[in-house]
Nanobody, 129 residues
Framework: QVRLAESGGGLVQAVGSLRLSCVAS????????MSWFRQAPGKLWEFVAA????????TYADFVQGRFTISGDNAKNTVYLQMNSLQPEDTAVYYC??????????????????????WGQGTQVTVSS
């Protein structure tokens, strides 16, 4: 069983910053890639960013526009999402996901929910104007 635990969400004013963390724990799992998705109230899930551990490739949704950075610490089984210049439209629950299937590719190959095998419970990010 794999568990993903997100942290770092909260309330921030517009143009502020937050850093989300997600720790993967469990036994016997492989960690090919990790990602962040989000869901705002009444809206569909959105891909935010992904990282592949082998090679370290990353990819971002278009709306990120250079404001967010995904990074990871392989030894700690942890992925981070540094979010800068936050805007009210970034308000959402942010979910961490892990891909354990070893299908080789770049991060840009894994941008849909079906590409991931395990999910966290989510952390709320609220940006006030």
């Amino acid at each position: 069983q794999v568990r993903l635990a997100e942290s770092g969400g909260g309330l921030v004013q517009a143009v502020g910053s937050l850093r989300l963390s997600c720790v993967a724990s469990g036994r016997g799992f492989t960690k090919y890639g990790m990602s962040w998705f989000r869901q705002a109230p009444g809206k569909l899930w959105e891909f935010v960013a992904a990282i592949v551990w082998s090679g370290g490739s990353t990819t971002y949704a278009d709306f990120v526009q250079g404001r967010f950075t995904i990074s990871g610490d392989n030894a700690k089984n942890t992925v981070y999402l540094q979010m800068n210049s936050l805007q009210p439209e970034d308000t959402a629950v942010y979910y961490c996901a892990l891909r354990s299937r070893l299908t080789y590719g770049r991060a840009s190959d894994f941008v849909t929910q079906s590409d991931y095998d395990y999910w966290g419970q989510g952390t709320q990010v609220t940006v006030s104007s």
